[in-house]
């Protein structure tokens, strides 16, 4: 689920950064610098941010007067939570839809001007349609590795509460490596491997329709 | 250019209107930005700033309710309790050794396979780059059991071997983009060097590797960091507490002295530490990279 929610949110980054703001350089420092911190790191520092008494998202619920949650102890919001977290990691896919803007040809926003497209237009028009190739890309990265959340699950919540955090590869490392069934984790692996595989292929092929490769005419 | 155009458009005041109207518009989108990356920055930082003040703080200013930003007083002692409650330089040791032969490793195997990819013609070569490719649309954990057997065939497991050896074979990230770069560099270069008798190896020492300084900057920068927050691979090889990494260390920190958060914030910011002094010396590099690697196919 944190794919399409970090797509949009790095890709709306992405836009405001693309306006040319004072101090780009900086900000896109401020974003990127999250990725560098190692997952365990950035898991046990979330977990202090989700503690229950004193963490201080729990402090920032109080001052607008709403009752504390449980965050990650809690069955109901532990994979929010954990989809929050994913949040904070988007640098490096905010970099990369940048790039990506930065590689739309002006010329193209100019001659919609003159022909009198406001910016939704020129955000549905131009903009979307020539960034389809980074988002594609970005879109495979992402499902492949959402598909194989560990570190942050084994870590901060270890599969629970009642199991709701348990990923796929967290499951396969207790079969495999806790209760020493090699055969089956393999099996698991393997199963993995064809979800995934199979995804990929559908959202390729799907991307025949929407992708707009510039070169091709 | 400037004086010549000022003129024509007040000749026109359609275009002076369209001008006014756009400068409006960028002014107000430029304040918009700046306000939702300056929230969003903010939001940013914030586990930052939480992290470096709970590890100053006293253990009664970290249980308090409404929480305490700025520490004080300053205890710097949570940084000494932090290294030495754990044994903090072997890990640390233990995690420069495997970061940095891996480097090593994968700058010696990746331009070699790389530079027989790309600028060398035989045949099988593109079936081949594509079967390489190939290998990294697996996943790291459909390779994990079949390459742990292996291992522990080998009586590997519980040494740093498994987690240093591989780099030395390659690894297909690096050689895909390296391969990218060399396509960019002119032929003509390895052609006037094999007229004047260098082997393929010689141009590929004199040649090709000092023309790709940035790409080499990249992937060494990238296995650096890719080896020093890696988890999985020492929970899963290293068996005894002297061979630990700083990952495997934090977190059976967590887990035997769970409450311990100053300390737990001091280990953590000096983990954090080196990765983000390092970004900001390369940071050019760094940014390149990523463009690099995520977009020129």
């Given at each position: 689920m944190s794919v399409p929610l970090s797509l949009l949110f790095s890709f709306f980054l992405a836009l405001a950064l693309n306006l040319k703001?004072?101090?780009?350089?900086?900000?896109?420092?401020?974003?990127?610098?999250?990725?560098?911190?190692?997952?365990?790191?950035?898991?046990?520092?979330?977990?202090?941010?989700?503690?229950?008494?004193?963490?201080?998202?729990?402090s920032l619920l109080h001052l607008v007067g709403l009752r504390p949650l449980g965050w990650v102890t809690?069955?109901?919001?532990?994979?929010?939570?954990?989809?929050?977290?994913?949040?904070?990691?988007?640098?490096?896919?905010?970099?990369?839809?940048?790039?990506?803007?930065?590689d739309v040809p002006t010329h193209l926003y100019e001659a919609a001007e003159i022909d009198g497209a406001g910016a939704v237009q020129k955000m549905t028009h131009i903009t979307i349609p020539m960034m389809t190739p980074v988002i594609l890309f970005t879109l495979l990265t992402g499902m492949i590795g959402s598909f194989q959340t560990f570190t942050q699950a084994y870590i901060m919540t270890n599969g629970g509460p009642a199991n709701a955090t348990l990923f796929y590869v967290l499951y396969l490392y207790r079969n495999g490596f806790q209760y020493i069934q090699m055969g089956y984790a393999s099996a698991l692996a393997w199963i993995l491997f064809v979800i995934i595989l199979v995804l990929t292929v559908i959202v390729l092929r799907t991307s025949r329709g929407w992708v707009y490769y510039g070169g091709l005419r | 250019m400037i004086e010549q155009r000022k003129p024509a458009v007040h000749a026109h005041p359609s275009l002076?209107?369209?001008?006014?109207?756009?400068?409006?518009?960028?002014?107000?989108?430029?304040?918009?930005?700046?306000?939702?990356?300056?929230?969003t920055g903010l939001s940013f930082l914030m586990p930052f700033v939480w992290m470096i003040g709970t590890s100053l703080k006293t253990a009664e200013q970290i249980f308090v309710w409404p929480p305490i930003w700025v520490p004080n007083p300053v205890v710097w002692n949570n940084y000494?309790?932090?290294?030495?409650?754990?044994?903090?330089?072997?890990?640390?040791?233990?995690?420069?050794?495997?970061s940095g032969w891996n480097v090593v490793g994968i700058l010696i195997s990746c331009p070699m396979v790389a530079y027989g990819l790309s600028r060398i013609q035989w045949p099988g070569r593109d079936l081949l780059f594509y079967v390489v490719l190939a290998t990294m649309m697996l996943p790291y954990v459909v390779l994990l059991i079949p390459t742990f057997l292996i291992f522990n065939a080998l009586g590997w497991v519980g040494s740093f071997k498994p987690l240093i050896v591989p780099a030395f074979f390659g690894a297909p990230?690096?050689?895909?983009?390296?391969?990218?770069?060399?396509?960019?560099?002119?032929?003509d270069l390895s052609d006037a060097a094999t007229i004047d008798g260098a082997s393929e190896f010689a141009i590929l020492w004199e040649v090709i590797l000092p023309l790709s300084k940035p790409a080499l900057a990249t992937v060494a920068l990238f296995t650096f960091i890719a080896n020093w927050q890696d988890f999985l691979g020492p929970l899963i090889y290293l068996r005894d507490d002297s061979q630990y990494t700083l990952s495997l260390g934090l977190q059976r920190f967590l887990s035997a002295h769970g409450a311990a958060w100053a300390q737990?914030?001091?280990?953590?910011?000096?983990?954090?530490?080196?990765?983000?002094?390092?970004?900001?010396?390369?940071?050019?590099t760094f940014i390149q990279g990523i463009t690099f690697s995520g977009l020129k196919e």
């Amino acid at each position: 689920m944190s794919v399409p929610l970090s797509l949009l949110f790095s890709f709306f980054l992405a836009l405001a950064l693309n306006l040319k703001v004072r101090g780009m350089a900086a900000y896109r420092t401020i974003y990127f610098l999250p990725t560098l911190v190692p997952s365990v790191a950035m898991a046990i520092l979330w977990l202090w941010l989700f503690n229950t008494q004193y963490g201080i998202f729990n402090s920032l619920l109080h001052l607008v007067g709403l009752r504390p949650l449980g965050w990650v102890t809690n069955p109901k919001t532990a994979l929010p939570s954990l989809v929050l977290m994913s949040l904070w990691i988007v640098g490096q896919t905010v970099v990369i839809f940048l790039a990506g803007l930065q590689d739309v040809p002006t010329h193209l926003y100019e001659a919609a001007e003159i022909d009198g497209a406001g910016a939704v237009q020129k955000m549905t028009h131009i903009t979307i349609p020539m960034m389809t190739p980074v988002i594609l890309f970005t879109l495979l990265t992402g499902m492949i590795g959402s598909f194989q959340t560990f570190t942050q699950a084994y870590i901060m919540t270890n599969g629970g509460p009642a199991n709701a955090t348990l990923f796929y590869v967290l499951y396969l490392y207790r079969n495999g490596f806790q209760y020493i069934q090699m055969g089956y984790a393999s099996a698991l692996a393997w199963i993995l491997f064809v979800i995934i595989l199979v995804l990929t292929v559908i959202v390729l092929r799907t991307s025949r329709g929407w992708v707009y490769y510039g070169g091709l005419r | 250019m400037i004086e010549q155009r000022k003129p024509a458009v007040h000749a026109h005041p359609s275009l002076i209107s369209v001008q006014a109207r756009r400068q409006l518009n960028r002014g107000l989108q430029g304040t918009l930005a700046h306000l939702l990356l300056f929230l969003t920055g903010l939001s940013f930082l914030m586990p930052f700033v939480w992290m470096i003040g709970t590890s100053l703080k006293t253990a009664e200013q970290i249980f308090v309710w409404p929480p305490i930003w700025v520490p004080n007083p300053v205890v710097w002692n949570n940084y000494y309790l932090a290294v030495t409650s754990i044994p903090f330089f072997t890990y640390l040791g233990n995690t420069l050794l495997i970061s940095g032969w891996n480097v090593v490793g994968i700058l010696i195997s990746c331009p070699m396979v790389a530079y027989g990819l790309s600028r060398i013609q035989w045949p099988g070569r593109d079936l081949l780059f594509y079967v390489v490719l190939a290998t990294m649309m697996l996943p790291y954990v459909v390779l994990l059991i079949p390459t742990f057997l292996i291992f522990n065939a080998l009586g590997w497991v519980g040494s740093f071997k498994p987690l240093i050896v591989p780099a030395f074979f390659g690894a297909p990230f690096f050689i895909f983009l390296l391969r990218q770069f060399y396509m960019t560099i002119p032929f003509d270069l390895s052609d006037a060097a094999t007229i004047d008798g260098a082997s393929e190896f010689a141009i590929l020492w004199e040649v090709i590797l000092p023309l790709s300084k940035p790409a080499l900057a990249t992937v060494a920068l990238f296995t650096f960091i890719a080896n020093w927050q890696d988890f999985l691979g020492p929970l899963i090889y290293l068996r005894d507490d002297s061979q630990y990494t700083l990952s495997l260390g934090l977190q059976r920190f967590l887990s035997a002295h769970g409450a311990a958060w100053a300390q737990l914030m001091a280990a953590s910011t000096l983990m954090v530490l080196p990765i983000i002094i390092l970004f900001f010396l390369t940071q050019r590099t760094f940014i390149q990279g990523i463009t690099f690697s995520g977009l020129k196919e």
